[in-house]
């Protein structure tokens, strides 16, 4: 049974959670549902393609979530991971999105794992990240909410790769009104060498260990 089948299996269970949620009145969102696919503790389960939910801020969570419910991001048939977190957030208020971004970010930070396929070089990576990519995404990667730039690390090394990917083909960031999305296709797309972007996405999964 692959993936995309899984978690259709058993996101379908489960998609009145947040319908609920919304309409309670109750501040406080119900998060059963994000544990389902993210885990207890913000952990995710890659066997879901569902990431890590720690290590994020809160305007960032909230405006991912808006994103999605909104069809900037989740909306491109080539996405089926998007396209399954999409119907999750569609019913949600700009109210209750910004609740659960709030009981998301509380969430205690964590160093993730490597991926089993993890094959970069972290010292390489950490010299690259500052030359390319730390204008926007400040040192060690913590972020700069002035220009819209999230933090980036300690997210999943594996979940990194996959939505840099998209980014790259176009599959990400290319919805009309998707600004921040379309700055990283213009640089994603001028990234040429692939050991390059694995170094970086080894230097971030943990930069504070790297000399």
């Known amino acids: 049974m692959n993936r995309e089948l899984i978690m259709t299996l058993v996101l379908g269970t489960s998609l009145c959670t947040v319908v609920n949620a919304d309409e309670s009145g109750d501040s406080s969102p119900d998060m059963s549902l994000c544990i389902t696919c993210h885990g207890a503790a913000g952990e995710g389960n890659r066997l879901l393609n569902a990431p890590g939910l720690t290590n994020l801020e809160t305007w960032y969570i909230e405006r991912q979530l808006r994103n999605y ?14 396209m399954l977190m ?14 659960y971004a709030l009981a998301i970010s509380a969430y205690p930070d964590r160093i993730p794992d490597a991926a089993i396929d993890a094959t970069g070089d972290a010292s390489s990576g950490k010299a690259y990240y500052s030359h390319q990519c730390g204008a926007c995404h400040g040192p060690a990667g913590k972020g700069i909410k002035s220009i819209g730039a999230p933090g980036l690390a300690g997210l999943d090394d594996w979940y990194l790769k996959k939505q840099l990917d998209k980014f790259q083909s176009g599959i990400r960031g290319s919805a009309e009104g998707d600004i921040h999305g379309a700055q990283m296709v213009f640089y994603m797309q001028r990234l040429k060498n692939k050991e390059d972007l694995d170094d970086i996405i080894a230097y971030l999964r943990d930069p504070a260990s790297v000399d």
Do not use: K, N, T
């Open 86 to 99: 999409r119907p999750m957030v569609q019913s949600l208020s700009d109210e209750s999105i910004r609740d």
């Open 69 to 82: 419910r909104d069809g900037l991001r989740g909306a491109d048939p080539a996405d089926p991971e998007g």
